[in-house]
């Protein structure tokens, strides 16, 4: 079998052959706000990436589109910059050369019309000079509030129109709207210039190896899904901490606070992924369908106050550091009621997760990094052991682990040795590092990768943001209404009350 002068595999190759890889087409990517931190250390070095495996075609071009004054080849040498210092792969002249051959820089500010005159010049000399057959992903790396605006120049200068027999696509970063308003706007008028297929909304959380492994986990196996279900399952906890701070992010963070930046995207998603039904496919319409009938199930539990928390981080110590709280970080305002920690009781009403309650928290400067999915068992309805010897026997656990270390455990009990019987919590382990002998790559290549080859399996949907913002909107609106948040010191799990609020249903956080 062999691959072609333009990178496409032999078309007569079986789509089913997983002996070679799936390599993008003719194509190019245009990166809006290429100047960005991430564009600088995730989108580009992940675009390298690919180019160094071998699955970009030979004339793949990267433009980039700023307020920058700079030249082509300024612009090179600032990808080659970043390509040296977040690249997942080892840097080889021969590949970062085919791969600058193709680069360009637009300087302009996105309400300007020359600016956009040229970027469609350059497009079409693209095509000519380097065979991308007029196919184009425009990724918008910018904040929000700039989609309809670039968006909108992209259709008024006939650069979300492909020629015939080729293909237009864009690329959208959370947050998608800070409510389902605004949301429902956005999608309008993006739609307006891209057709629902054409339009590509990131989640690089979905690209994750972990993140897909839950499906493979579930659906590939026959020992877990009799036992995924109500009759098995006590709860589910899904934890997103990162033992940070915002850093420089004042100016995005503020204002948007944790719940809105990664439970109404990530965590709903991993909870979606983790409660769904199985696909009649593995493709994107049944991943969609499947996802959808589990957010549109979502129930928040009546009473807001004592089923969710928000609350900010306190000065405490991190790393060996004394660290500041957030209403001391530079650029917040002492009054700032944004936080940096939820936590939210969700239920799911349907056959399958009826009275198993779903536990989403994320936060910042928390003790440690972690991303997890837990889903906890019922004790043994009856135990012939005396209680003595089960004291130090919990619940049984599988627990995904996302990141860093990603992997799964499972947690159960076991007889200590000796004479006595005496049961207690063991763990068996599985880490992709210790059972594959290829690295996972990083989800930006995954995700750019789908995008070029137009397979949106990892991609949600319209529906699914807008039922994630059904979800979360109540929950904003009744914190906008019911005081300040309470504090957590840096370092520490997060606040009391999220603690409480867990011990009312005679439940306790799992300390990853």
Do not use: C
């Not at 936080?339 to 936060?363: C, H, M, Q």
């Amino acid at each position: 079998m062999s691959v072609t002068t333009q990178g496409w595999l032999n078309p007569l190759r079986d789509p089913r052959d997983r002996r070679l890889p799936r390599i993008a087409g003719p194509s190019g990517l245009v990166i809006f706000g290429v100047t960005g931190d991430l564009s600088r250390k995730k989108l580009v070095p992940a675009v390298y990436d690919l180019a160094n495996r071998g699955l970009l075609p030979p004339g793949f071009s990267l433009l980039g589109f700023a307020r920058r004054e700079w030249q082509d080849e300024d612009f090179a040498q600032v990808v080659h910059d970043s390509v040296r210092e977040y690249a997942r792969t080892p840097f080889r002249e021969e590949v970062w050369q085919q791969l600058a051959e193709g680069m360009r820089f637009i300087p302009g500010a996105f309400d300007d019309d020359e600016a956009f005159v040229r970027l469609r010049k350059t497009v079409d000399e693209l095509d000519a000079s380097r065979g991308t057959a007029g196919n184009f992903a425009f990724y918008l790396s910018v904040p929000p509030k700039f989609f309809p605006q670039v968006v909108q120049q992209l259709k008024k200068h006939g650069l979300a129109d492909a020629p015939e027999g080729s293909w237009r696509r864009a690329v959208i970063e959370k947050p998608f709207g800070h409510d389902i308003t605004s949301a429902k706007e956005l999608n309008r008028i993006v739609h307006d210039v891209f057709a629902p297929e054409q339009v590509f909304r990131i989640d690089h959380y979905l690209g994750k190896e972990t993140v897909q492994n839950i499906l493979a986990l579930r659906f590939a196996n026959q020992m877990y899904e009799p036992i995924w279900n109500r009759s098995y399952v006590d709860h589910v906890q899904i934890t997103m901490a990162e033992d940070i701070g915002i850093g420089g992010r004042a100016g995005y963070y503020d204002g948007i606070g944790a719940a809105r930046d990664v439970v109404q995207n990530h965590l709903l998603q991993l909870m979606a992924l983790t409660a769904m039904e199985e696909p009649a496919a593995f493709d994107a319409e049944s991943l969609v369908t499947e996802k959808l009938k589990v957010l549109k199930s979502v129930r928040l539990p009546a009473d807001l106050a004592k089923s969710t928390v928000r609350a900010q981080y306190a000065e405490g110590w991190q790393g060996g550091e004394r660290v500041h709280g957030y209403l001391e970080e530079n650029g917040i305002a002492p009054s700032s009621i944004t936080e940096t920690y939820a936590s939210i009781k969700l239920e799911i009403d349907n056959r399958r997760w009826a009275g198993v309650p779903f536990y989403l928290r994320a936060g910042k400067r928390l003790g440690r990094r972690v991303t997890e999915i837990a889903i906890v068992f019922q004790r043994a309805p009856y135990s012939p052991f005396d209680p003595s010897a089960t004291t130090e026997l919990g619940e049984n656990a599988l627990v995904i682990r996302v990141q860093p270390d990603e992997g799964v455990t499972m947690r159960f009990g076991s007889k200590v040795p000796g004479t006595s019987m005496e049961i207690r919590d063991v763990t068996m382990d599985f880490a992709y590092g210790e059972s594959f002998t290829e690295s996972s790559p990083e989800a930006y290549e995954r995700l750019i990768l789908d995008v070029l080859l137009g397979d949106a399996n990892l991609f949600p949907r319209t529906e699914e943001v807008e039922e994630s913002w059904r979800i979360l909107d109540p929950v904003e609106e009744h914190w906008e209404t019911h005081g300040k948040p309470t504090q957590y010191a840096s370092g520490s799990w997060g606040p009391k009350d999220a603690g409480e609020m867990l011990a009312r249903d005679g439940r306790s956080w799992r300390r990853p």
